[in-house]
């Protein structure tokens, strides 16, 4: 006879049964991520995929972990490391150029996604062409956000991502570090 599954008065009872389902959810898409998003090759240009993972299933609510931030974070971050590698090739110079730029698209259009930071290095340091954007950039982060939606549904009760799928991150131009 087949074992139910714990209710979602037991997840929010146990709290170790939460975690377990968010380490479970977590696996099974960093493992798809990575299956279908790159051939052994590319792994490098994958590692800010991991960074997402925790955003997605141990930060849910957060806003940098919401589709617009994680979609317009990893593309627009990628973007520009690729344009700055092509433009002006791989010299130390670049890669600094590369991250403020990101760091100031990111803000300027609040889409802040930390791991995402890591892509313009990574497509630098790769010699990433533009057909990496579609894998293994928007393929990873697609089958990421595809699972956390489906995983996040699976118990009642729990939060459902996306939370709100055009959240603004940071939500307002005050960004901190620094006051008026």
């Given amino acids: 006879m087949k074992k139910p599954l714990p209710s979602a008065e037991t997840m929010h009872r146990y709290s170790i049964v939460r975690l377990s389902w968010c380490l479970l959810g977590a ?8 299956w279908l998003a790159g051939p052994p090759m590319s792994s490098l240009l994958l590692a800010s995929l991991g960074g997402s993972t925790i955003f997605l299933f141990g930060l849910t609510k957060a806003p940098a972990a919401q589709p617009r931030a994680l979609l317009g974070g990893h593309l627009g971050g990628a973007t520009i490391g690729i344009a700055c590698y092509q433009a002006f090739g791989d010299a130390l110079w670049v890669y600094a150029l590369a991250e403020i730029l990101t760091l100031t698209y990111m803000l300027f259009t609040k889409t802040v ?18 057909p990496a954007l579609w894998q293994p950039v928007l393929v990873g982060v697609l089958s990421l956000a595809l699972i956390a939606v489906i995983w996040s549904r699976c118990y009642p009760g729990l939060a459902r991502y996306p939370v709100a799928w055009f959240e603004r991150s940071p939500s307002t ?8």
């Fill in 113 to 130: 996604h930390p791991p995402a930071g890591a892509n313009p290095i990574l497509m630098i340091f790769a010699h990433a062409g533009w």
């Fill in 173 to 180: 131009m005050f960004w901190g570090g620094w006051s008026d």
């Fill in 27 to 34: 696996a099974s898409a960093i493992t798809l991520a990575l």
